[in-house]
Protein backbone atom coordinates (compact mmCIF):
# COMPACT_ATOMS: atom_id res chain seq x y z
CA UNK A 1 0.00 0.00 0.00
CA UNK A 2 1.39 3.17 -1.14
CA UNK A 3 -0.80 5.83 0.68
CA UNK A 4 0.22 8.31 2.77
CA UNK A 5 -1.68 10.74 5.45
CA UNK A 6 -1.00 13.73 6.88
CA UNK A 7 -3.45 13.70 10.50
CA UNK A 8 -4.68 16.87 11.83
CA UNK A 9 -5.37 17.38 15.50
CA UNK A 10 -8.36 19.64 16.18
CA UNK A 11 -9.94 20.87 19.00
CA UNK A 12 -13.19 21.40 20.24
CA UNK A 13 -13.13 25.18 18.93
CA UNK A 14 -12.75 23.65 15.56
CA UNK A 15 -12.04 24.84 12.45
CA UNK A 16 -11.56 28.19 14.32
CA UNK A 17 -8.78 27.17 16.17
CA UNK A 18 -6.60 25.79 13.57
CA UNK A 19 -3.20 26.53 13.09
CA UNK A 20 -2.05 28.20 9.54
CA UNK A 21 -0.23 24.96 9.26
CA UNK A 22 -3.13 22.08 10.16
CA UNK A 23 -5.63 24.50 7.98
CA UNK A 24 -2.90 24.79 5.06
CA UNK A 25 -3.61 20.59 5.29
CA UNK A 26 -6.60 20.75 5.03
CA UNK A 27 -7.47 22.91 2.43
CA UNK A 28 -4.52 21.00 -0.06
CA UNK A 29 -6.40 17.62 0.57
CA UNK A 30 -7.84 15.41 -2.13
CA UNK A 31 -9.99 13.67 0.92
CA UNK A 32 -10.77 14.22 4.42
CA UNK A 33 -11.08 11.21 6.38
CA UNK A 34 -12.58 11.22 10.00
CA UNK A 35 -15.71 10.89 12.43
CA UNK A 36 -19.05 12.44 11.38
CA UNK A 37 -18.58 15.67 14.40
CA UNK A 38 -15.29 16.08 12.98
CA UNK A 39 -16.37 16.23 9.09
CA UNK A 40 -19.49 18.97 10.15
CA UNK A 41 -16.21 21.23 11.81
CA UNK A 42 -15.02 21.76 8.32
CA UNK A 43 -16.55 24.64 6.20
CA UNK A 44 -18.62 23.95 3.05
CA UNK A 45 -15.96 25.96 0.90
CA UNK A 46 -12.79 23.06 1.72
CA UNK A 47 -13.43 21.00 -2.03
CA UNK A 48 -11.88 17.76 -0.98
CA UNK A 49 -14.79 15.06 -0.65
CA UNK A 50 -15.22 14.06 2.76
CA UNK A 51 -15.01 10.13 4.29
CA UNK A 52 -16.51 8.70 7.06
CA UNK A 53 -14.63 6.61 9.49
CA UNK A 54 -15.30 2.75 8.71
CA UNK A 55 -16.83 0.63 10.98
CA UNK A 56 -14.54 -1.25 12.16
CA UNK A 57 -11.95 1.10 11.86
CA UNK A 58 -8.69 -1.04 12.09
CA UNK A 59 -10.10 -3.48 9.81
CA UNK A 60 -11.68 -1.67 7.29
CA UNK A 61 -8.85 1.01 6.98
CA UNK A 62 -7.22 -0.73 4.65
CA UNK A 63 -9.32 -0.77 2.01
CA UNK A 64 -10.13 2.99 1.92
CA UNK A 65 -6.62 4.00 2.47
CA UNK A 66 -6.38 1.65 -0.93
CA UNK A 67 -8.83 3.27 -2.44
CA UNK A 68 -7.69 6.86 -2.41
CA UNK A 69 -3.82 6.27 -2.75
CA UNK A 70 -1.79 8.24 -4.60
CA UNK A 71 -4.12 11.17 -3.55
CA UNK A 72 -3.66 13.78 -0.91
CA UNK A 73 -5.23 12.21 2.17
CA UNK A 74 -6.27 14.35 5.41
CA UNK A 75 -7.48 12.42 8.80
CA UNK A 76 -8.86 14.41 11.19
CA UNK A 77 -8.46 13.48 15.03
CA UNK A 78 -9.46 14.77 18.73
CA UNK A 79 -6.73 16.63 19.50
CA UNK A 80 -3.16 14.59 19.60
CA UNK A 81 -3.66 12.29 17.73
CA UNK A 82 -0.83 10.30 19.39
CA UNK A 83 -2.76 10.06 22.88
CA UNK A 84 -4.74 6.99 22.50
CA UNK A 85 -5.75 8.17 19.06
CA UNK A 86 -6.18 7.21 15.30
CA UNK A 87 -3.02 8.65 14.75
CA UNK A 88 -1.41 5.11 16.41
CA UNK A 89 -3.84 3.12 14.28
CA UNK A 90 -2.97 4.33 10.92
CA UNK A 91 0.81 4.39 12.23
CA UNK A 92 -0.19 0.60 12.94
CA UNK A 93 -1.66 -0.09 9.25
CA UNK A 94 0.48 1.88 7.14
CA UNK A 95 3.76 2.74 8.78
CA UNK A 96 5.89 5.43 10.89
CA UNK A 97 7.30 6.95 7.58
CA UNK A 98 3.92 7.26 6.18
CA UNK A 99 2.16 9.15 8.52
CA UNK A 100 2.51 12.88 9.41
CA UNK A 101 1.28 14.45 12.52
CA UNK A 102 -0.14 17.91 12.70
CA UNK A 103 -1.33 17.62 16.74
CA UNK A 104 -3.61 19.88 18.37
CA UNK A 105 -3.55 20.09 22.76
CA UNK A 106 -4.41 16.98 23.80
CA UNK A 107 -7.87 16.50 26.18
CA UNK A 108 -5.43 14.94 28.50
CA UNK A 109 -2.94 18.73 28.76
CA UNK A 110 -6.82 20.03 28.51
CA UNK A 111 -7.55 18.42 31.63
CA UNK A 112 -4.89 18.35 33.64
CA UNK A 113 -4.49 22.33 32.62
CA UNK A 114 -8.23 23.23 34.05
CA UNK A 115 -7.47 20.69 37.39
CA UNK A 116 -4.24 22.39 38.05
CA UNK A 117 -2.37 19.33 37.93
CA UNK A 118 1.39 18.82 36.85
CA UNK A 119 2.02 16.10 34.32
CA UNK A 120 4.32 14.52 36.87
CA UNK A 121 1.78 13.87 39.53
CA UNK A 122 -0.88 12.19 36.74
CA UNK A 123 -1.24 8.91 35.37
CA UNK A 124 -3.92 8.50 32.53
CA UNK A 125 -5.53 5.59 31.78
CA UNK A 126 -7.05 4.59 28.45
CA UNK A 127 -8.92 1.63 29.85
CA UNK A 128 -10.99 2.63 33.35
CA UNK A 129 -11.13 -1.40 33.54
CA UNK A 130 -7.60 -0.98 34.93
CA UNK A 131 -8.07 1.55 37.79
CA UNK A 132 -7.47 -1.18 39.84
CA UNK A 133 -3.76 -1.44 39.08
CA UNK A 134 -3.34 2.67 40.03
CA UNK A 135 -5.43 2.83 43.37
CA UNK A 136 -3.65 4.35 46.30
CA UNK A 137 -4.17 7.30 48.50
CA UNK A 138 -3.33 10.66 46.86
CA UNK A 139 -3.01 9.43 43.85
CA UNK A 140 -4.24 11.75 40.47
CA UNK A 141 -6.16 9.94 37.80
CA UNK A 142 -7.06 11.32 34.69
CA UNK A 143 -9.43 8.46 32.63
CA UNK A 144 -10.40 8.71 29.14
CA UNK A 145 -13.75 7.72 29.07
CA UNK A 146 -15.01 5.07 26.69
CA UNK A 147 -18.72 6.06 26.76
CA UNK A 148 -21.06 8.07 28.74
CA UNK A 149 -21.48 5.53 31.22
CA UNK A 150 -17.69 5.59 32.53
CA UNK A 151 -18.07 7.78 35.41
CA UNK A 152 -20.90 5.00 36.77
CA UNK A 153 -18.73 1.96 36.49
CA UNK A 154 -15.46 4.30 38.33
CA UNK A 155 -17.89 5.08 40.54
CA UNK A 156 -18.95 2.04 41.40
CA UNK A 157 -15.33 0.40 41.30
CA UNK A 158 -14.22 3.49 43.52
CA UNK A 159 -16.68 2.60 46.19
CA UNK A 160 -16.37 -1.32 45.96
CA UNK A 161 -12.38 -0.94 46.60
CA UNK A 162 -13.03 1.06 49.59
CA UNK A 163 -12.40 4.61 47.78
CA UNK A 164 -15.73 5.77 47.76
CA UNK A 165 -14.27 9.37 49.34
CA UNK A 166 -12.59 9.85 46.22
CA UNK A 167 -13.63 12.84 43.95
CA UNK A 168 -14.49 12.64 40.76
CA UNK A 169 -14.42 15.55 38.49
CA UNK A 170 -16.62 14.90 34.83
CA UNK A 171 -14.59 17.65 32.19
CA UNK A 172 -16.99 17.57 29.09
CA UNK A 173 -16.34 19.45 26.17
CA UNK A 174 -12.91 20.54 26.48
CA UNK A 175 -12.00 23.59 24.25
CA UNK A 176 -15.63 24.54 23.31
CA UNK A 177 -17.55 27.37 24.01
CA UNK A 178 -19.87 24.49 25.79
CA UNK A 179 -16.98 23.87 28.05
CA UNK A 180 -18.81 22.19 31.51
CA UNK A 181 -17.43 20.41 34.55
CA UNK A 182 -19.36 18.51 37.44
CA UNK A 183 -17.41 17.29 40.81
CA UNK A 184 -18.98 14.95 43.20
CA UNK A 185 -17.52 12.30 45.65
CA UNK A 186 -17.55 8.85 44.07
CA UNK A 187 -20.33 7.34 46.83
CA UNK A 188 -22.58 10.34 46.09
CA UNK A 189 -22.23 9.32 41.89
CA UNK A 190 -25.99 8.01 40.83
CA UNK A 191 -25.84 4.48 39.73
CA UNK A 192 -26.77 4.52 35.86
CA UNK A 193 -26.02 8.32 35.66
CA UNK A 194 -24.95 9.36 32.48
CA UNK A 195 -22.23 11.65 31.47
CA UNK A 196 -21.85 14.03 28.36
CA UNK A 197 -20.93 11.97 25.77
CA UNK A 198 -17.68 13.66 25.42
CA UNK A 199 -15.48 14.07 28.24
CA UNK A 200 -12.47 13.34 30.52
CA UNK A 201 -12.89 11.81 34.20
CA UNK A 202 -10.71 12.47 36.68
CA UNK A 203 -10.36 10.89 40.16
CA UNK A 204 -8.25 12.38 43.17
CA UNK A 205 -8.06 9.67 45.22
CA UNK A 206 -8.99 9.34 48.59
CA UNK A 207 -8.70 6.15 50.51
CA UNK A 208 -11.91 5.10 53.11
CA UNK A 209 -10.66 4.06 56.56
CA UNK A 210 -11.37 0.20 55.62
CA UNK A 211 -9.19 0.48 52.20
CA UNK A 212 -6.57 -1.86 51.78
CA UNK A 213 -4.36 -0.68 49.22
CA UNK A 214 -2.79 -3.89 47.68
CA UNK A 215 0.86 -1.60 46.19
CA UNK A 216 2.54 -2.74 43.39
CA UNK A 217 5.30 -5.09 45.11
CA UNK A 218 4.80 -8.51 44.03
CA UNK A 219 3.33 -10.75 46.56
CA UNK A 220 0.19 -9.25 46.99
CA UNK A 221 -2.09 -11.42 49.91
CA UNK A 222 -3.60 -14.72 48.78
CA UNK A 223 -7.29 -13.12 49.45
CA UNK A 224 -6.80 -10.58 46.53
CA UNK A 225 -7.37 -13.71 44.50
CA UNK A 226 -10.47 -15.99 44.02
CA UNK A 227 -9.09 -19.46 44.53
CA UNK A 228 -9.84 -23.24 44.63
CA UNK A 229 -6.49 -23.92 46.53
CA UNK A 230 -4.63 -23.65 43.12
CA UNK A 231 -2.70 -20.59 44.30
CA UNK A 232 0.81 -19.65 44.24
CA UNK A 233 1.17 -18.27 47.46
CA UNK A 234 2.20 -14.84 48.44
CA UNK A 235 6.16 -16.11 49.60
CA UNK A 236 6.71 -18.17 46.47
CA UNK A 237 5.53 -15.93 43.80
CA UNK A 238 7.14 -13.21 45.19
CA UNK A 239 10.30 -15.04 44.97
CA UNK A 240 9.21 -16.40 41.59
CA UNK A 241 8.33 -12.62 40.14
CA UNK A 242 11.67 -11.57 41.86
CA UNK A 243 13.52 -14.36 39.13
CA UNK A 244 11.29 -13.96 36.39
CA UNK A 245 11.87 -10.27 36.82
CA UNK A 246 9.09 -8.25 34.28
CA UNK A 247 10.36 -5.77 32.18
CA UNK A 248 8.43 -2.93 30.31
CA UNK A 249 6.87 -4.70 27.06
CA UNK A 250 7.58 -8.11 27.83
CA UNK A 251 5.54 -11.33 27.47
CA UNK A 252 4.93 -14.12 30.03
CA UNK A 253 3.18 -17.44 29.69
CA UNK A 254 1.87 -18.42 32.96
CA UNK A 255 1.35 -22.38 32.05
CA UNK A 256 -0.94 -24.18 34.22
CA UNK A 257 -1.64 -20.55 35.89
CA UNK A 258 -3.90 -21.68 38.20
CA UNK A 259 -5.77 -18.94 40.05
CA UNK A 260 -3.67 -16.40 37.29
CA UNK A 261 -1.92 -14.69 40.48
CA UNK A 262 1.88 -14.88 38.90
CA UNK A 263 0.96 -13.89 35.06
CA UNK A 264 -1.33 -11.12 37.33
CA UNK A 265 0.89 -9.68 39.07
CA UNK A 266 3.77 -9.55 35.78
CA UNK A 267 1.32 -6.92 34.25
CA UNK A 268 0.66 -5.01 37.47
CA UNK A 269 4.78 -4.35 37.10
CA UNK A 270 4.42 -2.42 34.42
CA UNK A 271 1.01 -1.11 31.77
CA UNK A 272 3.30 -2.45 28.70
CA UNK A 273 3.33 -6.17 30.61
CA UNK A 274 1.47 -9.04 28.79
CA UNK A 275 0.30 -12.03 29.67
CA UNK A 276 -0.62 -15.27 27.93
CA UNK A 277 -2.00 -17.73 30.67
CA UNK A 278 -2.48 -21.15 29.98
CA UNK A 279 -4.97 -23.14 32.07
CA UNK A 280 -6.97 -26.13 30.97
CA UNK A 281 -9.62 -26.45 33.69
CA UNK A 282 -12.76 -24.40 32.12
CA UNK A 283 -13.75 -23.03 35.75
CA UNK A 284 -10.02 -22.05 36.60
CA UNK A 285 -9.53 -20.11 33.55
CA UNK A 286 -13.22 -18.55 34.42
CA UNK A 287 -11.76 -17.26 37.18
CA UNK A 288 -8.35 -16.12 36.22
CA UNK A 289 -10.47 -13.92 34.06
CA UNK A 290 -12.52 -12.79 36.93
CA UNK A 291 -8.95 -12.11 38.72
CA UNK A 292 -7.76 -10.29 36.28
CA UNK A 293 -10.69 -7.64 36.46
CA UNK A 294 -10.15 -7.29 39.76
CA UNK A 295 -7.10 -6.55 40.05
CA UNK A 296 -6.47 -3.67 37.11
CA UNK A 297 -5.07 -6.27 34.61
CA UNK A 298 -8.17 -6.99 32.13
CA UNK A 299 -6.08 -7.52 28.70
CA UNK A 300 -4.37 -10.77 30.01
CA UNK A 301 -5.22 -13.09 27.56
CA UNK A 302 -6.57 -17.02 28.78
CA UNK A 303 -5.98 -19.72 26.54
CA UNK A 304 -8.00 -22.80 27.44
CA UNK A 305 -5.82 -25.92 26.60
CA UNK A 306 -3.68 -27.97 28.13
CA UNK A 307 0.19 -27.72 27.80
CA UNK A 308 2.49 -28.12 26.08
CA UNK A 309 -0.06 -28.61 23.20
CA UNK A 310 -2.06 -25.04 24.11
CA UNK A 311 1.53 -23.69 23.36
CA UNK A 312 1.38 -24.16 19.48
CA UNK A 313 1.17 -20.84 17.78
CA UNK A 314 1.75 -18.50 20.98
CA UNK A 315 3.58 -15.58 20.65
CA UNK A 316 7.15 -16.07 21.69
CA UNK A 317 7.81 -15.03 25.54
CA UNK A 318 10.61 -13.49 27.29
CA UNK A 319 9.57 -15.28 30.54
CA UNK A 320 7.89 -18.37 31.58
CA UNK A 321 5.94 -19.48 34.63
CA UNK A 322 5.49 -23.12 35.28
CA UNK A 323 3.02 -23.39 38.17
CA UNK A 324 1.38 -27.07 37.07
CA UNK A 325 1.37 -29.61 34.59
CA UNK A 326 5.51 -29.85 34.99
CA UNK A 327 5.41 -33.59 34.47
CA UNK A 328 3.76 -33.24 30.92
CA UNK A 329 6.08 -34.96 28.39
CA UNK A 330 7.94 -32.24 26.73
CA UNK A 331 6.84 -29.65 28.41
CA UNK A 332 10.04 -28.09 29.79
CA UNK A 333 12.04 -28.31 26.80
CA UNK A 334 9.30 -26.90 24.32
CA UNK A 335 8.93 -23.61 26.74
CA UNK A 336 13.24 -23.84 26.86
CA UNK A 337 13.23 -24.25 23.20
CA UNK A 338 10.38 -21.15 22.51
CA UNK A 339 11.79 -19.02 24.96
CA UNK A 340 13.72 -15.76 23.86
CA UNK A 341 17.44 -15.60 24.22
CA UNK A 342 18.03 -13.86 27.57
CA UNK A 343 14.41 -14.83 28.72
CA UNK A 344 13.74 -16.29 32.37
CA UNK A 345 11.91 -19.67 33.07
CA UNK A 346 10.47 -20.80 36.51
CA UNK A 347 9.47 -23.69 37.27
CA UNK A 348 7.78 -24.73 40.85
CA UNK A 349 7.84 -28.58 41.85
CA UNK A 350 5.46 -29.67 44.75
CA UNK A 351 5.98 -33.28 44.13
CA UNK A 352 9.05 -35.90 43.99
CA UNK A 353 7.82 -36.79 40.50
CA UNK A 354 7.86 -32.88 39.34
CA UNK A 355 11.10 -32.41 41.25
CA UNK A 356 12.92 -35.17 39.72
CA UNK A 357 12.11 -33.27 36.15
CA UNK A 358 13.75 -30.04 37.36
CA UNK A 359 16.54 -31.51 38.88
CA UNK A 360 17.07 -32.86 35.27
CA UNK A 361 16.13 -29.98 33.57
CA UNK A 362 18.65 -28.03 35.81
CA UNK A 363 21.58 -30.62 34.86
CA UNK A 364 20.92 -30.28 31.06
CA UNK A 365 19.83 -26.01 31.08
CA UNK A 366 22.04 -24.76 34.03
CA UNK A 367 20.35 -22.53 36.44
CA UNK A 368 19.50 -22.46 40.39
CA UNK A 369 17.39 -25.11 42.74
CA UNK A 370 15.77 -23.75 45.64
CA UNK A 371 14.02 -25.42 48.39
CA UNK A 372 11.35 -23.06 49.88
CA UNK A 373 9.12 -23.78 52.76
CA UNK A 374 7.43 -21.21 54.87
CA UNK A 375 6.24 -21.55 58.14
CA UNK A 376 3.32 -19.40 59.73
CA UNK A 377 2.85 -18.73 63.47
CA UNK A 378 -0.54 -20.41 64.63
CA UNK A 379 -2.29 -21.34 67.65
CA UNK A 380 -1.14 -24.43 69.45
CA UNK A 381 -3.53 -23.96 72.72
CA UNK A 382 -3.35 -20.88 74.47
CA UNK A 383 0.14 -20.58 72.56
CA UNK A 384 1.37 -20.02 69.37
CA UNK A 385 4.06 -22.27 67.45
CA UNK A 386 4.92 -22.50 63.79
CA UNK A 387 3.00 -24.29 60.81
CA UNK A 388 4.87 -25.38 58.03
CA UNK A 389 3.85 -25.38 54.29
CA UNK A 390 4.55 -27.95 51.96
CA UNK A 391 8.07 -27.73 50.80
CA UNK A 392 8.29 -26.37 47.22
CA UNK A 393 11.26 -26.35 44.91
CA UNK A 394 11.98 -23.98 42.34
CA UNK A 395 14.13 -24.22 39.42
CA UNK A 396 14.84 -20.46 37.73
CA UNK A 397 17.01 -20.00 34.98
CA UNK A 398 17.85 -17.88 32.01
CA UNK A 399 18.26 -19.21 28.46
CA UNK A 400 21.99 -17.46 27.23
CA UNK A 401 22.26 -15.77 24.01
CA UNK A 402 24.22 -17.38 21.43
CA UNK A 403 27.94 -16.40 21.06
CA UNK A 404 29.12 -16.01 17.59
CA UNK A 405 31.51 -18.86 16.32
CA UNK A 406 34.91 -18.18 17.01
CA UNK A 407 36.87 -18.10 13.90
CA UNK A 408 40.15 -16.49 15.11
CA UNK A 409 42.17 -20.30 15.00
CA UNK A 410 40.71 -21.10 11.46
CA UNK A 411 41.33 -17.81 9.95
CA UNK A 412 38.15 -17.53 8.22
CA UNK A 413 36.59 -14.04 8.08
CA UNK A 414 33.31 -12.79 6.56
Do not use: Y
Not at 162 to 176: E, N, R
Amino acid sequence: MNARVVVVGIGGDGWVGLDETRRRAVLRADVVLGGERHLAMIPGDVTADRVPWPRPLRDGLPAVLEQWAGRSIVALASGDPLVAGVGTTLIGVLGADAVEVLPAVSSVALARARMRWPAESVAVLRDHRELGRELAPGRRLLVLSADRNTPSEVAAMLVGAGFGGSALTVLSDLGSPSEARVTCPASAWASGREAPALHVLSVACVADASARPLGLAPGLPDAAFENDGQLTRRDLRASALSRLAPSAGELLWDVGAGAGSVGIEWMRAHPSCRTIAIEADPGRAARIERNAAALGVPALEIVHGRAPQALDGLPRPDAVFIGGGGTAPGLLRQCWDTLAPGGRLVAHAVTMETERVVVDARAEFGGELTRLQVEHADSIGRFTGWAPTRAVVQWAAVKPFVAAADTSETGESS
